[in-house]
């Protein structure tokens, strides 16, 4: 018992390893320091982890290894609607659909074999799971298409990748596909029922239209013989958005996928994934992170449950499901803070009694101790934690960095394991991830068993490698294979020594942990010829209060930069309302008053942070409307799209030139 509540105490997490030196440095010969995984004894000697499991060297053999493993447990959950309980299907029944739905491509005309492309177009749902393993049954290559590529892009790919078939979820995005669809796409084998116009609007492009259901009949009539793959064999091209240009295939084998997954697996140690876990699937299964996660739960014979598909319910579903692992994203980690600040903010008494469930909770954090009995989780935190199913034991966090304050509150909220991943697409997910008892943030941990990180000289940017800064590069056994029919820009990002270079900046700290301080890319120089380096200064400038969004902009004829704000709604209008200024949000945007108080605002975060005088912004424009995925301003994985933005506000930004000249 604790002396402060009564409540049960609970024993601090125990770390693996030293966490004053969390990485090993490679033995070699070489003037580069390059670091590597404790976790993988060999990893000294420049080996790397291409499996945990010798029954599961790729994704056909770990699906079965689950089902063994599980003794038959449940697999893939849905619900029909949010008044309903999960259903589930069985390890075995899900590998008997995937077989007969494969055993139905081979029927349909599809050869089996490595190149031979499926495409998927559908949300997150048990029958992208089938389309997947059905693949592998016989060695095909699982190509996904999604929303928010457009219907360039995914007639781009779709003639790229010579995809005859595509597994389509429903009416609008058999529409998406139809709308530009190139010559070679043949079938679209639909999820759900479509309008009989869509059907005849396939027919008149020259694409047949078949039920998912139908394709698994017919497979289990022609009952085809499985041809599974070998490690080596192409699993995937997962094709990456990109901020210019038309999409790139990152070529992933088996090999990578289940390197990358027994990696963190391994990592996890006392907290790794269990055939008693369960996992709500909502991140896109067209992105490797949540690929990744689903395949490593399938692999120790997990369940994953699927959300209903409005991510605005997304508690919801965790109500229903209680996971007990999750990956998540900044954005709907940040979503969570926002609210219960926003919760608290009306409220003296709300607000003292949180300040001390977190000062509470943060001094236990800090001695190790992990849980969500206490005292102050009753009071305080049980709204939050009850919000993500009340279930929650692990928690992965990647895709894009979260902020050391919204990081810290996470772990108190919940009371559960939070690690953090640092990678990308060509790493097949993963390069670094902290470690679960180390809840120190600002790093991205030490790298994963899979790989190898060094660090390479940027002269332009004055980061240096022997001063333990530079450009993150990645070798080992999840590097991916190239760009899909694109040597050039496979060599662009591979050097003549095998390092994929990431174009992130990183810096090694004491503990052997890697921080991501910088990007190489979108670097733009002054009239005067100082370097601008957009990103850095739009993360010093997000911190303020009353900044949602920034977009920092510089021409090589101008000698300073300006900016497009997306002022923070609530902030600002609470500020407004303080001051007696009148006028809707759209308004407020237009208002001196308000743009110069931001304005402020920024440059003295800008001074704290050290920015030189050519760093600052001159001026800036205020812009009501957030930049998102859906009006072409973001990426699917939230990074601006500076082409898009610039063409976009080019009228505002010519406008803040003109007044300053």
Not at 46 to 51: A, E, L, R
Not at 458 to 476: A, D, I
Request: positive net charge; contains cysteine; aromatic residues 8%.
């Amino acid at each position: 018992m604790c002396n402060c509540c009564g409540c049960k105490s609970v024993a601090p997490i125990v770390s693996p390893i030293n966490l004053s030196n969390q990485s090993d440095v490679y033995n070699y010969k070489g003037p580069d320091v390059i670091r590597v995984s404790r976790f993988f004894k060999e990893a000294k000697e420049g080996k790397f982890i291409s499996y945990i499991y010798p029954d599961a060297k790729t994704l056909y053999e770990s699906f079965r290894r689950g089902s063994k493993v599980s003794n038959n447990g449940p697999a893939l959950g849905w619900r029909e609607s949010y008044s309903k309980p999960y259903q589930w299907l069985s390890f075995n029944e899900a590998l008997l659909r995937a077989r007969n739905f494969g055993s139905g491509l081979v029927a349909n005309g599809l050869t089996p074999g490595s190149t031979t492309m499926l495409g998927i177009y559908s949300q997150n749902c048990p029958e992208w799971i089938l389309s997947e393993q059905a693949a592998y049954c016989y060695s095909m290559v699982l190509v996904p298409l999604y929303d928010t590529l457009g219907p360039d892009a995914c007639a781009f790919i779709i003639k790229q990748a010579e995809i005859t078939t595509v597994v389509c979820e429903d009416d609008a995005k058999c529409n998406m596909l139809l709308e530009k669809s190139p010559r070679c796409l043949k079938k679209m084998i639909v999820i759900k029922d479509i309008r009989p116009a869509t059907k005849q609007r396939a027919k008149n492009r020259g694409v047949e239209v078949i039920k998912f259901t139908d394709v698994e009949v017919m497979g289990a009539k022609s009952n085809n013989p499985e041809v599974p793959p070998k490690p080596t064999d192409l699993a995937t091209i997962c094709y990456t958005s990109g901020t210019t240009g038309n999409p790139k295939g990152v070529m992933l084998t088996h090999e990578n996928i289940v390197a990358s997954m027994s990696a963190v697996v391994l990592q996890f140690g006392d907290h790794t994934l269990r055939s008693t876990d369960t996992m709500i699937s909502f991140l896109p299964l067209a992105h490797m992170l949540e690929r990744c996660c689903e395949n490593a739960m399938y692999m120790v014979g997990g369940a994953v449950g699927f959300y209903l598909g409005d991510i605005r319910r997304l508690s919801d579903d965790m109500k229903a499901l209680k996971p007990t692992i999750t990956p998540a994203v900044p954005r709907l980690l940040n979503r969570i803070y926002d609210k219960v600040q926003s919760d608290i903010g009306n409220s003296c008494v709300k607000k003292m009694l949180f300040n001390m469930a977190f000062s509470a909770k943060e001094k236990e954090l800090k001695r190790g101790i992990v849980r969500k009995n206490s005292f102050w989780d009753m009071l305080v935190f049980r709204k939050v934690q009850e919000g993500m199913g009340g279930n929650l034991r692990l928690m992965l966090v990647g895709s894009a960095p979260l902020a050391e304050n919204v990081l810290t509150f996470i772990r108190c909220a919940l009371g559960c394991v939070v690690v953090e991943g640092y990678g990308q697409t060509e790493c097949t997910a993963p390069i670094s991830l902290t470690i679960q008892a180390d809840h120190t943030p600002g790093h991205v941990g030490p790298p994963v068993a899979c790989c190898c990180i060094k660090l390479a000289d940027v002269p332009e940017m004055e980061y240096w490698s022997k001063n333990g800064q530079g450009e993150v590069c990645v070798k080992g056994t999840n590097v991916f294979q190239g760009y899909y029919k694109d040597p050039q820009k496979t060599e662009e990002v591979i050097d003549e020594m095998g390092w994929h270079h990431t174009g992130d900046v990183g810096t090694w700290l004491p503990n052997g942990t890697l921080k991501i301080i910088d990007r190489r890319k979108h670097i733009f120089k002054l009239s005067q010829g100082e370097y601008i380096v957009p990103e850095k200064i739009e993360n010093l400038y997000i911190r303020s209060q009353y900044v949602s969004q920034v977009f920092v902009h510089g021409e090589s004829l101008k000698s300073c930069i300006v900016a497009i704000v997306v002022p923070d709604v609530d902030v600002i209008k609470c500020w407004a309302q303080e001051n007696g200024i009148p006028g809707t949000f759209s308004v407020l945007c237009n208002n001196s008053e308000v743009k110069q108080l931001i304005l402020d605002d920024m440059i003295a975060w800008g001074k704290e942070a050290g920015l030189k005088s050519f760093e600052q912004v001159k001026d800036i424009y205020l812009h009501p409307d957030n930049f998102s995925i859906q009006n072409g301003l973001l990426t699917p994985t939230m990074k601006s799209k500076r082409p898009e933005l610039r063409a976009y506000f080019k009228p505002q930004l010519d406008d803040m030139y003109t007044r300053l000249t």
